[in-house]
């Protein structure tokens, strides 16, 4: 079992095409624990150079209104008014504790997608 560090892109490429070729190998196998080992490898790699940012919040509700067939006015029990729900959408208004509370309980948004970078209001 020939396993590198994964110094570099070129490093990274070829692990994900070994994992790749790995997929599906049996646990408690060569194979099965050269792909559990690459998955670490790979996972630590992107840790630190493939940071994927949570979502920004406006874009959170709007995906999931868009997964829900959901309108702005079904937004209003949960963010208020049609004129807030407009002035949240439109980036005008911030996301109070209280929004960020519905929104999470009752569309499953994610709270690290509602609170990333958010300017909380009263």
């Known amino acids: ?6 110094k570099n892109e070129k490093d990274y490429d070829k692990a994900l095409a070994e994992i790749e070729m790995l997929w599906g190998a049996e646990e408690g196998t060569e ?3 050269k792909l559990d080992i690459l998955l670490v490898l790979v996972e630590d790699y992107e840790e630190k150079y493939h940071q994927i940012s949570p979502p920004d ?3 959170a509700i709007k995906f ?26 439109n980036r005008r208004r911030g ?4 929004m960020i509370r519905n929104l999470h ?3 499953s948004i994610p709270l690290e997608s509602l609170i990333n970078n958010v300017k909380l209001t009263a």
Do not use: C, H, Y
């Open 1 to 6: 079992m020939d396993i590198q560090p994964i």
């Open 31 to 33: 194979k099965g624990d």
């Open 95 to 98: 996301l109070s504790l209280n």
């Open 57 to 59: 919040p406006v874009e």
């Open 105 to 107: 309980a009752n569309l």
């Open 64 to 89: 999931r209104m868009e997964q829900m067939n959901l309108t702005r006015k079904d937004l209003e029990p949960f963010i208020g008014g049609r004129g807030r729900v407009s002035e949240v959408l």
